[in-house]
């Protein structure tokens, strides 16, 4: 290949710059990070030499300039990403998921160092207008923001693109609200009574009374339970997903340390423990079902099999429905209002439990421990919420005796 120390048009070349034969010019250079000796194409000079100019700032700010660096895709980078993380089989396979079902074909094509800011507004504002909810936009944000943040650690790009980006896109998620204690007192008695769901009043009164997660709720085995020093052991969870194996259950670990704890049991609790025994004895139910080295579950459907996670919402939704038609004919016949249930699920009964334990005023410390919260403030919004509520009660209360003395 011929090579000349001037262009066509007589112009000078600089070190490292050469005209070539098929028109274009090219520049060769030294990546001082790698070693790698490199080179970049252009059409004509003053293009070439914008690109030496972006390459100079580059090594200049320490940023890496090998080709294969720069082609990176936004893919490429969260799969590299994730190859640094230690995480629960469970949690890689939910990262990985809502990579490809949200990101992989949206903006996941993008070149790392061609992302900027509004490409990730526009992607966020895309999820907000298709009605997604402002918790699951964060938790994209959140695989999106370290995964370039590594991007910026390593020298691929300056700046992290998906900083200050999340603002307030989304829906806002509906509050999810404690039963009122009429409404526990209702639903409780109504389970009490009824010749369908009476076999799970035991369970009810157990997630009432311990605050448990729906996954270590249906996790537990009688090995976890102890009657005697009345404590019930939680140092895992049941869950049913696909870990590349196929959906079928899983006993996972939980995400954080707080997780893992002994609660201790009231004697309401320890007794509908010890119901519940009875009637798996009545039923019969097969205890050699195991998952993982887990068998002996506590709660199980007729087979033995344990409870499916939306097995228990299920349970709920037909109980409130069943009273609350119940509930519309006897308000007919007493020729009322009907007083109906809200529907509501196993999280709502254990923010129910937690609502609960608060109004007894049970000391933050231990409430937070009980529920297995990793960060207190989680605990402190229910005491928060509390305390409006009975702020507001005592003034409407004042306002009555204001009303009535005057």
Not at 36 to 48: F, G, H, I, N
Not at 82 to 98: F, G, I, K, P
Not at 314 to 331: G, Q, W
Request: aromatic share 8%; glycine share 6%; hydrophobic share 35%.
């Amino acid at each position: 290949m011929a090579i000349s120390r001037k262009d066509p048009k007589g112009r000078k070349l600089r070190e490292g710059e050469n005209w070539r034969n098929d028109g274009r010019y090219s520049y060769r250079y030294t990546d001082v990070r790698t070693g790698k000796r490199l080179t970049v194409y252009a059409q004509d000079l003053p293009e070439l030499r914008e690109k030496e100019k972006q390459i100079a700032k580059d090594m200049e700010d320490n940023i890496l300039t090998d080709g294969a660096i720069k082609k990176m895709t936004l893919n490429t980078l969260f799969e590299r990403y994730m190859e640094t993380r230690e995480l629960a089989d469970t949690t890689r396979v939910s990262y990985v998921r809502a990579w490809e079902n949200r990101v992989k074909d949206e903006i996941g094509n993008i070149k790392v160092v061609q992302l900027l800011p509004s490409h990730i507004k526009a992607y966020y504002a895309k999820l907000s207008k298709a009605g997604y909810a402002y918790s699951t936009i964060k938790y994209i944000h959140n695989l999106l923001y370290p995964a370039l943040e590594m991007a910026v650690d390593d020298d691929i790009i300056r700046k992290n693109p998906a900083k200050s980006s999340i603002s307030d896109y989304g829906k806002t998620a509906e509050e999810k609200e404690a039963l009122t204690v009429s409404q526990q007192e209702k639903f409780m008695e109504f389970v009490k009574q009824s010749n369908v769901y009476n076999t799970y009043y035991p369970m009810f009164t157990i997630m009432i009374g311990t605050g448990l997660r729906c996954g270590e709720l249906i996790g537990l085995t009688w090995k976890d339970i102890n009657i005697k020093a009345k404590t019930v052991n939680v140092d895992h969870q049941l869950i049913y997903k696909n870990l590349g194996d196929g959906c079928k259950f899983h006993i996972s670990t939980p995400k954080t340390e707080s997780g893992i704890r002994i609660i201790p049991m009231t004697q309401e609790v320890a007794k509908a423990f010890e119901e519940q025994r009875k009637i798996n004895f009545m039923l019969a139910k097969d205890k050699s079902i195991e998952v993982d080295g887990y068998s002996g579950f506590v709660f199980t459907a007729k087979s033995g099999r344990p409870l499916m996670p939306n097995g228990v919402n299920s349970v709920l939704y037909n109980i409130v429905d069943a009273y609350n038609k119940t509930e519309v004919e006897r308000a007919k016949k007493e020729h009322r209002k009907a007083e109906l249930l809200p529907k509501f699920s196993a999280h709502v009964m254990r923010h129910t439990a937690c609502t609960r334990m608060a109004e007894c005023r049970m000391d933050v410390k231990v409430l937070q421990y009980i529920m297995g919260h990793a960060h207190i403030d989680v605990t402190m919004e229910v005491y928060n919420h509390i305390g409006e509520l009975t702020r507001i009660e005592n003034e409407i209360a004042r306002l009555d005796s204001m009303v009535l003395n005057s």
